[in-house]
C-alpha cells in the first residue's frame, strides 16, 4: 500500500480513541506486540539507569500512560513531572488520571506538530508510535526534534514495530508475529491485526533508526530487544 493510501491522521486518532481499556495494562502491556510486559520493563530500567537525574520526561504517544507510570517505579523518575502527548484525547485521560499530579502537561496532536522548548527533558519516551511516520524526511524531524528537547546528557527510549533489512530475513520475523498473534487470539485476531497495521503503519529498520540517531547528534546508542518486528532501543545525546 502507498503512503497515499494510508491512513489519515484522524482514522488513527479514531481507532485509538476506542480503544483505550486495550492499553490500560500495567502488568502485560499492549499484547498485540510481542513481548510487550518484558519492553516496557527494559525500555524504562535502562532510562533510569542511564540518566540521572530524571525531572522531566516526555511520553510520545503516550497511550493510557503504562511506560511513564512504570518509569516512576524506579528511584531515578520517583519525583518526575511527565509531558503526556498522544493524538487521542481520551488516552490522554486515562493517562492523566492515572499519573495524578506527576502529569504536569498534555498535548493532544501528532508529534509531527509539537513544538517544545530546546533542553526541556531528561527523557523521551515513543512506544510503539514513530512506525506511524510516513517518510524519511519526517523521521529525520522528529529525530532532531529530540535531540533538540533533550538536555546534554539526555536520552530517549524507543519500543516499536520494524522491518528487517533482508526481505528473507524480513518476511521470517513478521510470519512469526502472524503465529504469535494466532496463539494469542485465532486467526481472526491475527488477520485484524495485520490490516491495521497494513492500512495505518510505515515501519523501517532498526538500522535505519540507530544511524538516524547518529546523524542527528546522538553519541551513543544502544539495543535492548529485537524480536520478529520488534525492538526496543535507546540513545543518548
Same mark, same amino acid.
Given at each position: 500500500?502507498? /503512503?497515499?493510501?494510508? &491512513? /489519515? $491522521? ?9 480503544? $483505550? ?8 502491556? *499492549? ?25 522531566? $520526561? ?9 511506560? &511513564? %507510570?512504570?518509569? +516512576? ?15 487521542? =484525547?481520551?488516552? @490522554? ?10 502529569? =504536569?502537561?498534555?498535548? *493532544?496532536?501528532? $508529534? +509531527?506538530? @509539537?513544538?517544545?522548548?530546546?533542553? &526541556? ?19 529525520? +524531524?522528529?529525530? /532532531? &526534534? ?28 513478521? *510470519?512469526?508475529? +502472524? ?20 492500512? =495505518?503503519? /510505515? ?5 535505519? *533508526?540507530?544511524? %538516524? ?25
Amino acid at each position: 500500500m502507498s /503512503t497515499a493510501e494510508k &491512513s /489519515t $491522521v484522524a482514522e488513527i486518532r479514531a481507532r485509538f480513541d476506542a480503544d $483505550v481499556e486495550r492499553f490500560s495494562n500495567l502488568e502485560t502491556g *499492549q499484547v498485540a506486540t510481542m513481548d510487550a510486559a518484558l519492553c516496557l520493563d527494559l525500555v524504562t530500567s535502562a532510562a533510569a539507569a542511564a540518566t540521572t537525574p530524571i525531572r522531566r $520526561v516526555l511520553d510520545v504517544g503516550c497511550g493510557a500512560g503504562n511506560y &511513564s %507510570l512504570k518509569l +516512576r517505579e524506579h528511584g531515578a523518575a520517583a519525583n518526575a513531572k511527565f509531558t503526556l502527548v498522544d493524538l487521542s =484525547e481520551p488516552m @490522554l485521560v486515562r493517562a492523566k488520571e492515572r499519573l495524578g499530579p506527576s502529569a =504536569e502537561a498534555t498535548h *493532544q496532536c501528532d $508529534v +509531527r506538530e @509539537l513544538v517544545l522548548a530546546d533542553g &526541556s527533558f531528561d527523557v523521551i519516551l515513543a512506544a510503539a508510535v514513530l512506525h506511524h511516520l510516513r517518510t524519511p524526511d519526517e523521521w529525520l +524531524r522528529v529525530f /532532531t &526534534s529530540f535531540h533538540r528537547w533533550l538536555r546534554p546528557g539526555g536520552s530517549f527510549w524507543v519500543f516499536d514495530l520494524v522491518v528487517h533489512e533482508d526481505a528473507r530475513v524480513n518476511e521470517l520475523m513478521w *510470519q512469526r508475529y +502472524r503465529e504469535y498473534l494466532v496463539g494469542n487470539g485465532g486467526d481472526a485476531y491475527a488477520e485484524k491485526v495485520f490490516a491495521y497495521i497494513e492500512r =495505518e503503519d /510505515t515501519p523501517t529498520s532498526l538500522t535505519f *533508526q540507530l544511524n %538516524l540517531a547518529a546523524k542527528c547528534g546522538f553519541t551513543r546508542t544502544d539495543v535492548l530487544h529485537k524480536n520478529g518486528p520488534f525492538a526496543a532501543y535507546g540513545a543518548i545525546k
